[in-house]
């Protein structure tokens, strides 16, 4: 037996310690829940195949000599590799990359006079939910943060059932029938013949796509918005973008649109922010959300709805069933029912996050679909995506698919089923089992009764031709930074653009948008001879600007959840970090110690420092604001350190504030920095904390002159 297999099973280690471990461990892994034995007088479960046979040896396979071949018949190594080989299941065609996390919904207001569904009835009470934030164009392996939408998916576990609301951070969608879904993800994913760019929507086939499909311009403006480029999984909105109905107890409907809104308000990074987080912490969002939830700083988002009736949708200037188009909260307020705190991640990513699958078909009594095209071709999709991926029809049987009320029918059998139903019927009506699952007419699911007539066809409504008017609206609502953004953001994915002809196609859309934008955007490009906008049928509207539709007035004046990352050295005046760090905790922010060293930093007290980051791996791009609290003699070092003048200049072009001592200043030097109103003395701590809440938008021009 080799020496590293010595394994005395059977100990019957009874301490209150060993016990709860023995607990831990059998309660999380299958087929561990054997006896216990001790190593170094450690408890551990004992190591088994798949078919509970104890291993001995788990270091060495079995070979028929000492330097020989090895064995064929080791099943141990065999069912080991077997499983490893097939670890991997098919990643998601979209959304692959995700984030999930449990928690719960809660109620605070019923929707009694619209719905039956106890999930918007009964208030007060908390359902158990999970929810995946995810990027939509890259692999699993892809990075947090491309320019891209943000998918929103929230699962509640209801008392009547799983009710799965599978939307967006923007509240439109590229186009208006589900048929063209394939061709836009074709067209966004890494072009076929090369297999990149990797998560990225700047390049040809995109845009080719895109400048084809005028109905997708209203979309184009959101993810030209810094809306892709979010800060936080935290501080972004949630959209089900499709408006659903609301069936009461006498049968009547409403339509409704929901939306999810963060408690700690929007936040944006800047484009060469984004860029350079990918770099310096490709699991940014990722990390973020994992540090916010275990340190007990849970994300939370209040749950809207905007109700309205059929008469109110006639009445509408655009098509609510057209998924391209929203309903500004000037014509529908939103109103607030509920919320939803995430307060447990995950026990097991694949377990969990990976397997989930939510389908927008997963629905509850009370609640039903609208007739918008898009949404329909999703209550297909998802159901036949969930049976490629996951492998089984009985994917629902996975414990975070599975419901957590009741449910009983007569599917049976299948790949890995788990269920063990017992008696010989299996189907219904029958009389031969009393206690088998019957139907229920008076509770159970009901679609509405919409009268439908009309003749058949692939026919698109004439109510869905105007794709301009929202387009413009969006633009328009956009204040003077948010506008140039979206001028910068066309300018660079259209730049990487080969064929000429796209380019030019694109900026003939934004003619109809706004002549200003294209123009910009124009000359961006170098384009000289603007092109001639494409004609259309529907008449573009001038609607007003609707300040909900902007981004930076809904960034929250706090530092609740935000990081600041303080940069130290040797000699750093211990008082003034105390200060610093007393200030930052009291605003509710967090911080993180930065330095050239991770061990063995000295403040001038002579204690030494606990270091967070170690400077190269720990940009200024990581954090929200920064601190210099710097010993002169530190200082001057520094300023000869291209990662520590990268820290404070990227955070000075990034429009954050910096805080600075008399060492910081010598680095601010260094940086060439002109110090500006968010360049603030450690001395003013209740200034900084106030310019840390927000950028200084107004310092823009002087670091990105705009296009
Ligand atoms: Fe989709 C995944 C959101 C249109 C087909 N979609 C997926 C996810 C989100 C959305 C959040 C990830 C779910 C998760 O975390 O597992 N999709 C949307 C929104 C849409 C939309 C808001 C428009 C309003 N999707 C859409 C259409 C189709 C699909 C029109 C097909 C006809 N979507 C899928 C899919 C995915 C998916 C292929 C891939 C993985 C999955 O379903 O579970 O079926």
Redesign the pocket.
């Known amino acids: 037996m080799p020496k590293t297999a010595v394994a005395k099973t059977g100990s019957k280690e009874t301490t209150k310690e060993a016990k709860k471990e023995s607990k831990n461990l059998t309660s999380t892994s299958i087929g561990n829940g054997g006896e216990l034995h001790q190593i170094a007088g450690k408890i551990y479960p004992q190591l088994t195949t798949n078919q509970g046979v104890v291993i001995a040896d788990d270091q060495n396979s079995l070979k028929a000599s000492v330097r020989g071949p090895t064995l064929l018949e080791d099943f141990i190594l065999r069912e080991k590799i077997t499983h490893f080989d097939h670890e991997r299941i098919p990643e998601?065609?979209?959304?692959?990359r995700?984030t999930?996390a449990h928690g719960y919904f809660e109620l605070t207001q019923s929707l009694e006079k619209y719905t039956t569904a106890k999930i918007l009835t009964e208030t007060g009470k908390q359902t158990p939910v999970f929810t995946?934030?995810?990027t939509?164009a890259g692999g699993s392996g892809s990075v947090d943060t491309p320019r891209d939408v943000r998918?929103?998916?929230v699962k509640f576990y209801t008392s009547e059932g799983n009710w799965d609301l599978?939307?967006?951070n923007v509240p439109v969608?590229f186009?208006q029938d589900?048929?063209?879904?394939?061709d836009l993800?074709h067209a966004v994913k890494m072009e076929p013949d090369r297999g990149f760019p990797q998560a990225a929507s700047a390049h040809d086939t995109f845009w080719d796509f895109i400048s084809l499909t005028p109905e997708a311009m209203h979309m184009v403006m959101w993810i030209m918005s810094d809306r892709t480029l979010p800060r936080s999984l935290r501080m972004i909105e949630g959209?089900?973008?499709?408006s659903f109905r609301l069936i009461n107890k006498n049968g009547e409907s409403t339509f409704v649109k929901f939306h999810w809104r963060p408690k700690a308000g929007l936040q944006s990074t800047v484009w060469d922010e984004t860029v350079k987080i990918a770099g310096a912490d490709p699991d940014f969002h990722r990390r973020d959300f994992f540090e916010a939830i275990t340190a007990g700083d849970f994300p939370e988002w209040e749950l809207a709805v905007q109700l309205f009736t059929e008469k109110e949708a006639d009445a509408f200037p655009f098509d609510h069933l057209d998924?391209t188009k929203l309903i500004p909260e000037e014509l529908v307020p939103l109103t607030v029912i509920g919320r939803m705190v995430l307060d447990r991640w995950p026990d097991n990513f694949f377990a969990e996050t990976e397997q989930?699958?939510?389908?927008?078909s997963h629905l509850v009594p009370g609640i039903d679909f609208s007739n918008d095209p898009?949404?329909h071709?999703?209550l297909?999709?998802?159901l036949?995506?969930?049976l490629s991926?996951l492998g089984s029809a009985n994917f629902h049987q996975i414990p975070v698919n599975a419901p957590r009320c009741p449910f009983a029918n007569h599917q049976r059998d299948g790949h890995m089923q788990m269920a063990r139903p017992v008696g010989r019927v299996a189907y219904e009506p029958n009389s031969l089992a009393k206690d088998a699952p019957r139907e229920q007419p008076a509770t159970g699911f009901t679609s509405m009764a919409e009268p439908v007539a009309g003749d058949k066809g692939r026919i698109r409504p004439e109510s869905f031709a105007d794709h301009y008017s929202q387009a413009r609206q969006f633009y328009v609502s956009q204040n003077e930074t948010e506008q140039a953004h979206i001028v910068a953001a066309l300018v660079f994915e259209l730049s990487k653009v080969e064929h000429p002809h796209i380019p030019l196609a694109m900026v003939a859309h934004l003619l109809h948008i706004n002549e200003e934008l294209a123009q910009r955007v124009a000359d961006g490009l170098g384009i000289k001879d603007l092109p001639a906008a494409p004609a259309i049928s529907a008449e573009i509207q001038d609607l007003p600007a609707s300040p909900a539709l902007g981004l930076i007035d809904k960034m929250k004046d706090s530092l609740a959840g935000r990081v600041l990352g303080i940069l130290i050295a040797d000699g750093t005046d211990a008082k003034v970090l105390e200060k610093f760090k007393a200030a930052v905790t009291a605003a509710d922010a967090k911080y993180k110690i930065i330095a050239p060293r991770i061990n063995g930093v000295y403040l001038s007290d002579g204690k030494e420092a606990k270091v967070d980051g170690q400077l190269a791996g720990s940009p200024s791009v990581i954090f929200d604001a920064v601190a210099l609290v710097l010993s002169s003699e530190s200082a001057k070092k520094l300023a000869r350190d291209m990662a520590a003048k990268g820290f404070v200049s990227d955070a000075f072009s990034h429009l954050k504030a910096i805080a600075y001592d008399s060492g910081g200043d010598v680095l601010l030097t260094a940086a060439g920095i002109d110090k500006d109103a968010a360049v603030i003395s450690t001395d003013k701590l209740k200034d900084f904390i106030a310019a840390a809440k927000t950028r200084l938008w107004t310092r823009e021009e002087f670091v990105r002159p705009p296009l």
Not at 239 to 242: A, E, K, L, M, T
């Open positions: 998601r065609i979209v959304h692959a995700g999930g995946r934030i995810s939509v998918g929103f998916a599978v939307g967006n969608f186009i589900a048929i063209k879904f394939p993800i959209f089900g973008v499709h998924a989930v699958a939510f389908c927008p898009l949404l071709g999703r297909f999709s998802y036949d995506t969930q991926r």
